[in-house]
Structures are given as C-alpha cells and as structure tokens.
C-alpha cells in the first residue's frame, strides 16, 4: 500500500506539465514503485551533500536569469547568501521532520499525524513570512523590477523543490 | 531505511534542479498566455472538479464522514477560490502590462502574490481544527496533506506557462 501511494504521487508529480492530464491517474503504477526502493542507504553527511547541491544549482539559476551588473551582483550576492542562510534553518527543520515522518509512518496515531501537519503548516507560514521580510533587503541593492523578478524566481523554485520532495513522500495512511 | 526516505527525497529535488530543466522553460520570450475569461473559468472549474475526485479517491471516507466532511470542504474550497480569483486576476494584470510593466507595477504584482501565499497557509491553518471535530485526526491530517500539495502542484503549473518578469 506504500509503495502504491509513493506510485501515485511520482504520477502526480509527473503531470505537472500536462494540464489535461492533471490528477486524472494518480493511482496502481507498478512500474514507478522501483524508484524509492532502488535508492542506495546513504548517511546524514550524504543529505547534506545533496541539500548543498541544490542550494548550488539555485545560485546557478538565480545568476542566470538575474542578468546583474557587476555593480548589482556585489550588492546582491552577500544578501542573497544571508538570505539563503535563514531559509536553510527553516529546511533543516523539514529535514528533521521528514525523518520523523517515516520512523512514525507505519505506526501513526492521530496525535501524531495532526501534530506533523501542524509543524509543516507552520514551517510553510514561517517560509513565506521569511520571503516577505526580506523583499525590502533586496529592494535596497537592486532596481525595482530586478528585485521583483528576484522574488518570482526564488517562489517558483521554492514551489518546485517542495512538489518533488513531496513526490516521495507516501500520503498519510496509505 | 530511514535514511533512504530522506535521500530519495533529495535526490529528486536535486534531479529537478537542472538549469537546462525549469527555468529554461520560463525564459522571457516564453509567450503570454492567450486564453479569455471564459477558458480561464472552465479551467478553474474542471480543476476543482478535479480536485475533489481526487481528495475523494484518497481519503476513503465513511458515509458518515462524508456527509460531514463534504459540506464543510465546500465552505472551505469556497474561502481558498476567492484568493485564488486575486491570483487568476494578478495574472491577468501581469499579462496586460507584461511588456511595459514598471518597477511600482512589479513590486506590487509579487507583493500581492506574497499576500494570497500567506492567506492560504492562514486558511489551512484555521480550518485544520474543523477539520479535526468532523474526522478522525490521520484523516483531517491527510486532507490538509492533499489540499497542500494540489495547492503547490497548482502553482508550479501555473507559474509555468507564464513568462518571468524582463529586468
């Protein structure tokens, strides 16, 4: 039944790009049920490889389609990684509950499933707040639009990262 | 095994990352949508309707629980629609002055998008606990899980098919 829930949401993840496909099938894909159980052990160092890895690939991303100024860009970089410094705390903890999610999955009780859903709703909210309070900081070392689009990006590869992490993680119960 | 969970979840989130991936779709020249009000109203609808076939597949209600569930769903889709009428309507509006969009505009447009972000996460937050008195805790919890991820899945898609702002 687990594997069956992680196949539905790696279908739901998989729509993303086909609107008329969107959450018509989420459900008995055998052949994506290999993905999690394919994946090799790895220690907390490995995780915490990969997170910086992805925190590269986002500098990549955000340098990219910035198009800064060499004037803009030594402005920008230092807040960006401050910036970048609280969102890391805020992902260490959905790391830690990640973790606490899948030692509880099999045996949930109902306190624990409500307590882990609120823990996550406040992250999400601490998130979003965090992205707020730090609009004025950007908007202080960049034009207008630049912070904007600044703002844009970091939303949508936020939401992008959360979707695939959420892609293999199996719905409460199931 | 505890560690694999983590990493597989890693894993993809790096995987998706790749800069030739996301963002090489949303480049400047990616055109602007073109549909009217009412394609824009049939689209919402049909992923609504879509919405709810399939919170109904995963929760696997009682008849009880359903006929308690569903009419205070209803209530809460209808809070979650008026936010997403400012989100459809922003679109509208970055789309109308994409080309000559000034810093003012653009400030604003992310600022009311910051808005309706905080105002979901609000909502889903102060129904959980309605959620709760109507079903089992697992249940309550899973919906919120569902409902956040359709939320999220929504965003990205429509994020997408949208060009981001020209500096």
């Known amino acids: 039944m687990l594997k069956k829930s992680i196949a539905a949401l790696l279908i739901l993840a998989g729509v993303l790009l086909v609107p008329a496909a969107m959450l018509a099938q989420q459900q008995q894909q055998p052949a994506q049920q290999t993905q999690q159980s394919s994946t090799p052990a790895v220690s907390d160092q490995d995780i915490q490889m990969l997170r910086a890895d992805i925190r590269s690939q986002r500098k990549q991303i955000i340098a990219a389609n910035m198009q800064l100024t060499d004037a803009e860009a030594t402005k920008f970089w230092p807040v960006y990684d401050a910036y970048m410094q609280e969102v890391s705390k805020n992902a260490d903890v959905r790391v830690s509950l990640i973790k606490e999610y899948a030692q509880t999955y099999d045996n949930m009780t109902n306190q624990q499933a409500l307590g882990l859903v609120k823990r996550w709703g406040a992250l999400d909210q601490a998130f979003t707040n965090t992205r707020v309070n730090w609009m004025p900081k950007f908007e202080a070392v960049l034009p207008g639009k630049k912070a904007a689009l600044f703002y844009q990006l970091d939303r949508r590869l936020s939401q992008l990262i959360d979707l695939q992490m959420m892609s293999l993680i199996p719905l409460i119960g199931q | ?167």
Not at chain 2, 103 to 120: G, H, N, P, R
């Open chain 2, 1 to 167: 095994m505890l560690n694999r969970f983590v990493a597989a979840t890693l894993l993809v989130a790096a995987a998706s990352l790749l800069p030739t991936g996301f963002m090489s779709a949303q480049t400047y020249s990616t055109p602007l949508p073109t549909v009217n009000d009412k394609d824009v109203a049939l689209l919402r609808q049909d992923l609504q309707a879509k919405a709810k076939q399939l919170i109904t597949k995963n929760m696997q209600l009682t008849d009880s629980e359903a006929a308690a569930f569903w009419p205070l769903y209803d209530q809460y889709a209808a809070e979650v629609r008026k936010v997403n009428d400012t989100r459809f309507g922003l679109i509208k509006h970055y789309a109308q002055v994409y080309k000559t969009m000034t810093a003012v505009e653009a400030d604003s447009m992310v600022k009311l998008l910051a808005d309706a972000d905080q105002t979901i996460i609000s909502l889903r937050m102060q129904y959980l606990p309605r959620f709760e008195q109507v079903l089992p805790g697992t249940k309550a919890a899973l919906f919120m899980q569902l409902d956040r991820r359709l939320d999220n899945l929504g965003n990205v898609q429509l994020a997408s098919q949208l060009p981001a702002i020209k500096p």
